[in-house]
């Protein structure tokens, strides 16, 4: 890689982690609005389901439409693109007189979410040294639970006192300091060295994806995207939801799940460390074993004190494999194709998030048991586990007898 052409490592993180932040804050914080919403427009679980999919459908279409664009035109531009279509929906949201206004904005934050995760994994993934690749791209997604923590926080002193509209604007203004950063940010260095002539058409692109050498890594990838995005919204976007249900007030619910949110980051950090050691499968294995196993026992208790614990496991396993996630996938494609077969697993990805949630709406106005519901979950994740066992393949290379194996 030339090194010349490469943004420092801490500043390409601080330019994209930055965004990464406030776009995670805004996901965060719709968990809790959901639950506020529901006391102010007395919605339906089915409704509060919608919200929660809405943002995963206009997530499945960014991803789709900007991965297979980022291949084509640049994993900047899209990258600035994504950041547009998020903070006008965001900051138009707190608007919003009605649920069918409210969850038409989050079709289009979604979109551009949906679009910057995979197309800002691929740019960082192509703009650091191979040996620090997987680690580098663990961090970045660690920036995502700084986002939750301050959702949390928001969440816990803004909305009780001066409602959900204050904090969407809170969460909108620094997406556009985001979008400032992003002017200085240099495209990836593998992309640009692919002359404009040489790079094929989307549909090409598209084709070669599923072609015989890349099909069955496709396939695991896409199972793989959709368990784990299935699972993680179903889950999240319910929690604080959940502890109301489970007999807490809405201030105590925000406040436990602030708890819980602190878990993220240590589950982060000691999936970078181990990503570089023992690999992108054997780390993404161990963490979503976990997540499914917390899964179950969150499903399972009753008290306070075990709803915390089996909350901050949840919280730790779940996004260490997240983040293990974003550095596999990319590596699964060469450059020519690789935003686009990153957003296209991530966009199939999304039809779990949109299923996720709704499908936990229509099973608590039918009075099924959250033991019963975080039991799917635990299922839903281990099926992904299983496929990854199968037909994944290890993409760190292990320095053995002198020369890089794969």
């Known amino acids: 890689m030339d090194k010349a052409a490469v943004l420092p490592k801490k500043k390409l993180l601080a330019i994209t982690g930055t965004s990464w932040l406030f776009d995670a804050m ?9 639950a506020a919403l529901a006391k102010e427009w007395h919605l339906s679980a089915e409704q509060m389901g919608w919200i929660g999919s809405m943002n995963s459908i206009g997530m499945a279409i960014g991803a789709f439409v900007f991965g297979v664009l980022a291949d084509k035109f640049g994993r900047k531009t899209i990258f600035i693109m994504t950041l547009l279509f998020f903070s006008i929906g965001s900051g138009l949201s707190a ?47 660690s920036f995502w639970a700084v986002g ?121 950090f000691t999936a970078a460390w181990l990503i570089e050691k023992a690999g992108r499968k054997f780390v993404l294995i161990v963490f979503l074993l976990g997540t499914a196993l917390s899964a179950y026992l969150f499903g399972h208790v ?44 991530a966009a199939f990805g999304r039809i779990g998030g949109i299923l996720g949630p709704l499908m936990v709406g229509a099973l608590v106005a039918r009075e099924v048991s959250m033991t019963g519901i975080f039991t799917i979950f635990c299922l839903s994740i281990i099926i992904g586990i299983v496929f990854l066992a199968v037909l994944g393949k290890e993409t760190k290379r292990f320095k053995m007898a002198g020369r890089f194996q794969l």
Not at 26 to 34: A, K, N, P
Request: aromatic residues 16%; proline residues 5%.
């Open 95 to 141: 608007l919003s007189q009605s649920f069918v206004v409210f969850i038409f904005f989050r079709l289009l934050i979604g979109m551009g979410l949906g679009g910057e995760l995979p197309v800002a994994s691929t740019l960082v993934n192509e703009s650091v040294e191979e040996e620090e690749r997987g680690r580098t791209v663990v961090l970045l997604e």
């Open 148 to 268: 939750w923590l301050g959702a949390a926080v928001i969440s816990y002193f803004v909305i009780p006192q001066f409602g959900w509209r204050a904090a969407l604007v809170l969460t909108a203004i620094p997406a556009f300091y985001a979008l400032y950063l992003r002017t200085g940010l240099p495209d990836s260095p593998q992309f640009t060295a692919i002359h404009h002539s040489k790079r094929p058409s989307v549909l090409v692109n598209i084709a070669q994806v599923w072609s015989r050498k890349y099909a069955a890594r496709t396939c695991m990838l896409w199972i793989l995207w959709f368990t784990v995005v299935f699972s993680y919204y179903g889950m999240f976007l319910w929690l604080p939801s959940v502890m109301v249900m489970k007999g807490f007030s809405l201030i105590q619910s925000f406040g436990y799940v602030l708890v819980m949110t602190l878990a993220q980051l240590p589950g982060y």
């Open 302 to 345: 009753d008290s306070v004190a075990m709803l915390l614990v089996s909350g901050m496991l949840l919280s730790f396993f779940d996004l260490g494999a997240w983040g293990a996630l974003y550095a596999y996938s990319p590596e699964q494609y060469p450059v020519e194709i690789r935003a686009t077969g990153t957003g296209m697993a």
């Open 26 to 34: 805004d996901v965060g914080i719709l968990s809790f609005i959901i």
